[in-house]
């Protein structure tokens, strides 16, 4: 894969998708998969630009577009914007209609809490779907984290949560404070994945009553693509595709450890532990 900035994944059961966060190239691509080794992406939705460009303009206090989290749901693609704090909703051959998640109504209310940092890069992050009730989970990354239930039907938030983010984080590391994330999610069979990106690991929540069943760890596999300090994790988005695990990173501008000279994108598939 080339560096485009690649933010989020989401399958529909044939293939992956991925988005940019880069602006010049808000697109959905469609990854192909070849010999088990390598991957191409060609595009596969593309966001207009008039579009685009009268979408920034009406939130313009809040920066550029940047898609950072996609899901498919029966048939539509949800694109989460990071710093816009808002979804996008792309359905086939037609122009994105805008869902302007009720955040500040919904945090006035009594002991709903507001977990935004006011960082513009420590927003929306991750988005899944449950299309049985016609919801989505919606994930501000960090500074603090937390989950959100939104009915698409009702308009409205359900609730919000988060999970035990474990000891390893927050933390000083050298310069750097390192703060527990949601970098991406997914939702499969009645479960909802979780991808840590700052603690390398998937956790498995149960999607009804959201309480973390398991968790796992891929670590020594995401330390071994790119020569970095390893302070925070590259991990952007998880699917669940085909019976296994799908993790693609963003190398931010880190160089490949098996391909020295490289700094193109990769993506990780691993078996789902029984």
């Given at each position: 894969?080339?560096?485009?900035?690649?933010?989020?994944?989401?399958?529909?059961?044939?293939?992956?998708?991925?988005?940019?966060?880069?602006?010049?190239?808000?697109?959905?691509?469609?990854?192909?998969?070849?010999?088990?080794?390598?991957?191409?992406?060609?595009?596969?939705?593309?966001?207009?630009?008039?579009?685009?460009?009268?979408?920034?303009?009406g939130?313009?206090?809040?920066?550029?577009?940047?898609?950072?989290?996609?899901?498919?749901?029966?048939?539509?693609?949800?694109?989460?914007?990071?710093r816009?704090?808002t979804?996008?909703?792309?359905?086939?051959?037609?122009?994105?209609?805008?869902?302007?998640?009720?955040?500040?109504?919904?945090?006035?209310?009594?002991?709903?809490?507001?977990?935004?940092?006011?960082?513009?890069?420590?927003?929306?992050?991750?988005i899944?779907?449950?299309?049985?009730?016609?919801l989505?989970?919606?994930?501000?990354?960090?500074?603090?984290?937390?989950?959100?239930?939104?009915?698409?039907?009702?308009?409205?938030?359900?609730?919000?949560?988060?999970?035990?983010?474990?000891?390893?984080?927050?933390?000083?590391?050298?310069?750097?404070?390192?703060?527990?994330?949601?970098?991406?999610?997914?939702?499969?069979?009645d479960?909802?994945?979780?991808?840590?990106?700052?603690?390398?690991?998937?956790?498995?929540?149960?999607?009804?009553?959201?309480?973390?069943?398991?968790?796992?760890?891929?670590?020594?596999?995401?330390?071994?693509?790119?020569?970095?300090p390893?302070?925070?994790?590259?991990?952007?988005?998880?699917?669940?595709?085909k019976?296994?695990?799908?993790?693609?990173?963003?190398?931010?501008?880190?160089?490949?450890?098996?391909?020295?000279?490289?700094?193109?994108?990769?993506?990780?598939?691993?078996?789902?532990?029984?």
């Amino acid at each position: 894969m080339e560096q485009l900035g690649l933010s989020g994944l989401t399958s529909d059961g044939k293939s992956l998708y991925t988005v940019s966060d880069v602006k010049e190239i808000s697109n959905v691509f469609r990854i192909s998969i070849k010999d088990g080794t390598r991957a191409s992406l060609k595009v596969h939705r593309v966001l207009p630009e008039a579009w685009v460009n009268q979408y920034e303009t009406g939130h313009m206090k809040r920066g550029r577009i940047d898609l950072e989290g996609i899901v498919v749901c029966d048939g539509v693609f949800y694109l989460a914007d990071e710093r816009k704090r808002t979804v996008l909703a792309l359905a086939e051959d037609q122009n994105p209609t805008l869902i302007d998640l009720p955040f500040d109504s919904f945090h006035a209310q009594e002991n709903r809490m507001n977990p935004f940092s006011g960082v513009s890069n420590a927003g929306l992050e991750a988005i899944a779907c449950d299309p049985s009730r016609n919801l989505l989970f919606v994930f501000n990354e960090r500074m603090f984290r937390m989950g959100y239930s939104y009915s698409l039907q009702a308009g409205e938030f359900l609730n919000q949560f988060d999970v035990p983010s474990g000891y390893r984080a927050p933390r000083l590391d050298r310069d750097y404070w390192v703060f527990p994330d949601f970098a991406g999610a997914d939702y499969f069979e009645d479960k909802l994945y979780l991808l840590v990106r700052n603690d390398y690991a998937i956790l498995e929540l149960d999607g009804k009553n959201l309480t973390v069943l398991r968790r796992f760890s891929f670590e020594n596999r995401s330390k071994k693509l790119y020569s970095s300090p390893g302070i925070f994790g590259m991990a952007e988005g998880i699917a669940i595709h085909k019976g296994r695990f799908f993790v693609i990173f963003d190398n931010n501008d880190f160089e490949r450890v098996d391909a020295p000279g490289k700094y193109n994108a990769a993506l990780l598939e691993f078996e789902i532990p029984k």
